[in-house]
């Protein structure tokens, strides 16, 4: 099923049912419309007390021109896998590249293998935006060193949707703080070494998702290890560093 009305089919109870009706048509407003009822929905949202073990989040990466989206830089695709505890639910991915009339420069080419005439074809910011949120619903977004993303998502969603972005995001890097081993591993490269994870085309944001993704993994399993049961566990350690 499409995730934009499988996404819309679990709001329907809680808006105007003629919404859906007419959503079912995917003009953007009324994608909009939904989105920002997501975004309200999220609000009322506590994860702080979920289990790890149950805690259900999509892990995401993007691949980008640069790193200043107020300067311009712009995102070049975006790729998402979801998770429920440890498990990597690798049927339930996310992928696309985001339209582009402007040439990227030939070194970021050169290491995301991202073509100037894939980026013509693909679809426009507005459109991957909705159907990425309608693919993360209200899940709890994770990614590695994840100012990069918000900073981005923040950017592109305002210009593109007109809405502010509201996901949670939660960076791997905050677990590694509560884990004395791994707290001096930085890059995602230096973390999969650590832990064994291939990754399997690295710099496509797909690959480097799941690569992320199985990096959350190892990482929950290990402060479980050392009894923390949920975020808040997490959090109120950290408070005391």
Same mark, same amino acid.
Request: aromatic letters at 10%.
């Given at each position: ?125 507005? /459109?991957?935006?909705? @159907? $990425? %949120? ?8 994770? !990614?590695? +060193? ?42 995602? /490269?230096?973390?999969? @070494? $650590? %832990? ?8 496509? !944001?797909? +690959? ?34």
């Amino acid at each position: 099923m499409n995730p934009m009305i499988q996404f819309l089919k679990q709001l329907t109870g809680k808006m105007n049912p003629n919404l859906f009706t007419s959503v079912m048509n995917n003009t953007s407003g009324e994608k909009l419309a939904y989105i920002r009822q997501l975004q309200r929905e999220m609000k009322k949202q506590e994860i702080l007390e979920i289990p790890f073990s149950e805690l259900p989040v999509v892990v995401f990466d993007l691949e980008t021109t640069g790193f200043y989206p107020s300067k311009g830089d712009r995102i070049l695709s975006i790729g998402a896998v979801k998770m429920t505890g440890e498990h990597v639910q690798e049927e339930e991915s996310f992928y696309s590249l985001v339209h582009s009339n402007t040439k990227p420069a030939s070194e970021i080419e050169q290491l995301t293998g991202i073509t100037f005439e894939q980026l013509q074809e693909a679809p426009p910011l507005h /459109d991957v935006l909705a @159907d $990425f %949120f309608a693919f993360v619903q209200s899940s709890t977004l994770v !990614a590695h +060193h994840a100012n990069h993303e918000r900073n981005f998502m923040q950017q592109a969603t305002w210009s593109a949707l007109r809405t502010r972005f509201e996901h949670r995001i939660i960076d791997t890097a905050f677990l590694t703080k509560i884990i004395g081993p791994v707290k001096q591993l930085i890059t995602l /490269d230096d973390c999969c @070494d $650590f %832990f064994g994870i291939k990754i399997t085309k690295r710099h496509h !944001a797909l +690959h480097d998702a799941e690569a992320t993704a199985q990096l959350w993994a190892e990482l929950l399993r290990l402060v479980q290890k050392h009894g923390y049961v949920h975020l808040k566990d997490a959090y109120t350690h950290l408070a005391k560093l």
